[in-house]
Every structure is written in C-alpha cells, then in structure tokens.
C-alpha cells in the first residue's frame, strides 16, 4: 500500500493520459446476463451513456489528487486526514487499485480531495463509484461532485448524501446553500460495499441533476442549479469526494474503488 501525504506537492493530470474511449454500459443484460451490481462494466438500470463517451476508470486510483481544508471546504479542520492509494483489502475486485480516504479528531470537521482530470468540452455527465465505510455512525454526510467550467462559468454539480437527515441536497453556489434534489440519502452499511451513481447535464445555463442510484436503485433528480461567474475562462473538468465528520471526535475511513467517470 502506497500512501499519498495530504498537502504535499502534486502534479495536474492531463486529459489525454486518463481518457479511455469505449462502449459503455446502459443497465442493460449484457449477452443475456441479469445486471449485477458489483460488476463495474455495466451502469445500473436506467442510467444511460452513449457508446462514443469519454470514460475516465479507476479515477481514485489517479495520481495528482489534492485536498481541501479549512475555509476551502467550509468547516472546521480534522485533526487528523489522510488519502492512501494502492489499497489492496478491502477491495472491489482484488487489484490492488482501491483507495482510503479517512479522517477523525474534530467535531464537524471536513476535508475536501479532488481531482483535476483536464479541459472537455462534455454537457453531460455520470460518476459511478463503489464504497465502503468503517464506521457510518460517525458520518455527518458525504459529498460527491463533477465539476465544470465552460468559459467562465463554473458548473458545479456538488451533491451531499446527508447521513442524519437521511436527504440528497445539490449545493446552490449563486446562493451558497444547500438546496433539496428531492431523492433520498441512502446510508451505506458498516464494511459493505455500496454502488453510488449520479448523472448531470449542463443545459439552459444551468448544472442539472438528473438521477442518484444507490445499488441499482434510481431515483430520478428533476433539480436545476445556477453556475458562478468566473473572472478567467477555463474548460476544466474535475470531480471531487468530501469527508464530513459527525458531532463527535471519532471519525472513520472510506474506501473507494472501481470510480468511473463518463463525459460526453
């Protein structure tokens, strides 16, 4: 297992080093099979990606991930934060391409990872990941998010699964609040792995959520959210995972594996 020092001096990855062009899955049978949830080749029912996007697999497995603290991620600081790659138990699929994500030490606090994975010029957009959690009674939520820029408009499709309200929420960057999506948070089972997939398009001028499916199960997202202005224009697509600690001091680890991202 190698371990990567939040803080430390990273490289940006670019875009060509992590794309990989192939058909995609639509939560179709493949040659007659029944879908299976742990099989990261084929999108659960009733998300769909055509056969000419972009895919970026194993994206946690990327290298030049950063992190975010502090008033970046609007909370308090963790006492304690690390991301470890090369995770080899517990693992998906046993290659040793899993990551940990993990922090503990401050009520409420929060930490930020991302990942720049360079400029597209995608609209449209899912993150299939599978995780697994030590110990989600310590959780006060998690965030997922793919983030865009489309000249200077920053699209960004922050989507928080709120472990005590039970509530999926988009984040109002024009009106920096959380706002309701209307699905449910489903909370994932101490050291069991759980398939999240999300899917967003950007249209109308706004960032718009489309649908969660919480191990096959969708929930279709009817929620359109404003972009911030920038002062520079950028193409930039990046996705990012957030870690926030419920009231207490103990926090707890989140492993991730098989993190695909599609763009098109």
Request: charged share 15%; glycine share 8%; aromatic share 10%.
């Amino acid at each position: 297992m190698s371990s990567l020092q939040v803080g430390s001096g990273l490289t940006l990855l670019t875009w060509s080093a992590v794309l990989i062009f192939a058909a995609a899955g639509s939560g179709s049978p493949v040659n007659g099979s029944p879908y299976d949830n742990l099989d990261p080749s084929v999108l659960p029912p009733g998300i769909t990606v055509p056969a000419t996007a972009a895919i970026v697999r194993n994206a946690q497995a990327l290298q030049g991930w950063r992190t975010c603290i502090g008033t970046c991620a609007n909370a308090a600081v963790p006492l304690t934060y690390a991301m470890s790659q090369s995770v080899d138990s517990p693992s998906l699929n046993g290659d040793a391409t899993a990551a940990s994500y993990s922090e503990s030490g401050t009520p409420h606090g929060d930490v930020m990872w991302y990942s720049h994975l360079g400029d597209s010029p995608a609209t449209h957009f899912v993150i299939d990941l599978y995780l697994m959690i030590d110990h989600p009674e310590n959780v006060q939520a998690l965030e997922f998010a793919v983030l865009k820029n489309d000249g200077r408009n920053w699209y960004k499709g922050s989507t928080q699964c709120n472990y005590r309200s039970g509530e999926l929420r988009g984040f109002d960057i024009q009106g920096f609040r959380w706002v309701s999506l209307g699905a449910d948070c489903v909370r994932a089972q101490a050291n069991r792995w759980q398939r999240v997939t999300l899917q967003y398009s950007i249209a109308g001028g706004a960032m718009n959520f489309e649908s969660v499916s919480f191990d096959g199960v969708l929930q279709p997202i009817s929620v359109s959210l404003p972009p911030k202005l920038q002062s520079s224009a950028s193409e930039l697509l990046g996705i990012h995972l957030q870690l926030d600690n419920a009231k207490s001091t103990a926090g707890y680890t989140v492993y991730v594996d098989d993190w695909s991202v599609y763009s098109w």
